[in-house]
């Protein structure tokens, strides 16, 4: 029986190299509830936290954006697979579609966990949340809406947390200037398991659409 090769995951994705057309789909035709809430996870990766949050939360319907398309191919899969009809996945870079995707006021919770951190100063350019993707938040977020931010990399948060901190369409629901609690009950990302695992701080944020 000849062996079935896996492909290889890239490591990172430049995402000034991702040239592939997206075509936005209709939301309404994706899901067969259309009017449920609709949630987004930035940077799904594995989708793990998606997969979770789909199970957890069947009254909602849920959309992860990721760049890699290895990952892509495989959770869509695993959707088609297991009969998952409130979630779906688009191969996009999300910092050039995302305003393409989702109408104005029309989500009601985002999430961007452990964004690839893009350490050297040089490649800060190519951080997912950027002020451009912080507006395009501003525009697709319901009032009401959350943003849901978590990194290990403190440096990174800093720059987030400046910037939301005194956008005028956002509020810190924890106070100003206020991390936000770890939930005991809440679910992880594959990234916030492994990190979690090693004893790693992990920062985490949320600020609420006005
Ligand atoms: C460090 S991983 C975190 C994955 C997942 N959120 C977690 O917490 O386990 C960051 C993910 O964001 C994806 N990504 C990076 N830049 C992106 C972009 N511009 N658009 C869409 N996905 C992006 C990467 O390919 C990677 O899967």
Known sequence: MGKTRQRRVRQHVNPFHFVREVVPPDWRAVFPRPDQPLEVDV????????????????????????IRPVL????QARLARDGITNAAVVLCNANASFDALFAPGSLARVAVHFPDPWFKARHHKRRL???????????????????????????????????????????NPHGPGAPAPAEPERLLSHRERAHLAKGDAVHRWAWRRR
């Open 129 to 171: 949340v950027n002020p451009a993707f912080v507006d395009a938040l501003a525009r697709a977020l319901a009032p009401g809406g959350l943003f849901d931010f978590m990194t290990d990399f403190a440096a990174y948060a800093e720059g987030v947390v400046a910037a939301l901190e005194v956008h005028p369409a956002f509020e």
């Open 72 to 75: 892509v191919e495989r959770l």
């Open 43 to 66: 940077g799904c990766g594995n989708g793990e936290y998606l997969l979770a949050r789909a199970a957890a939360l069947p009254d909602r319907n849920h959309v992860g954006l990721e």
